[in-house]
């Protein structure tokens, strides 16, 4: 495992006029948020000075941005921490910074591509695998539910009546 970073949330746009920001969560909300006192935000570093919830995600002040022009030029601004930093896991979870970019087989040992981005609709996560580029043209990509991939370190291997 590499200790590549993991975006926690996203700088959204500003909040009021004293520099605060409007941030969209990828984590598990506001108070997990709180325990780490700065993020890389884009080769910059921000030390996080508050944090509440607000609508639809959360209002935080950092250090480095003291007004609302400031706070609007940072909009779209992914937060992240390295990935050793992050708590360790419990059996049957992952976090998606692991399994992005794992190359995928089908149960029957057929090659597939690999993983591109892990979505959840309300119904559980699920996985957009890209195939290999065929004759010089993008292969094509398609999804599995989650619960038809097993995991490893290496390689995920997803259940062969799901492959399209």
């Known amino acids: 495992m590499t200790d590549k970073p993991v975006t926690l949330a996203a700088i ?3 909040h009021g006029v004293a520099g ?41 002040r950092f250090a480095e941005i003291g007004d609302r022009s400031a706070a609007e030029a940072m909009r779209g601004t992914a937060l992240t921490v390295p990935r050793s ?24 040992g057929e090659a597939l591509g690999e993983i591109i981005a892990i979505e959840n609709f309300g119904a559980g996560d699920i996985i957009e695998v890209q195939r290999p580029p065929v004759d010089g043209k993008p292969g ?6 989650m619960h038809a991939v097993t995991l490893d370190a290496e390689r995920a291997v997803i259940d062969a009546a799901f492959v399209e």
């Open 20 to 60: 605060e920001v409007r941030l969209k969560l990828f984590g598990e909300g506001v108070e997990s948020l709180k325990a780490y006192g700065s993020f890389d935000a884009g080769g910059r570093r921000l030390t996080l000075k508050s944090l509440r919830p607000g609508s639809n995600g959360a209002v935080a």
């Open 85 to 108: 930093a992050l708590p360790p896991l419990g059996e049957g979870e992952y976090y998606h910074a692991d399994v992005i970019g794992l190359p995928c087989l089908s149960s029957d």
């Open 140 to 145: 094509k990509r398609f999804m599995a539910p």
């Open 12 to 14: 959204i746009g500003a």
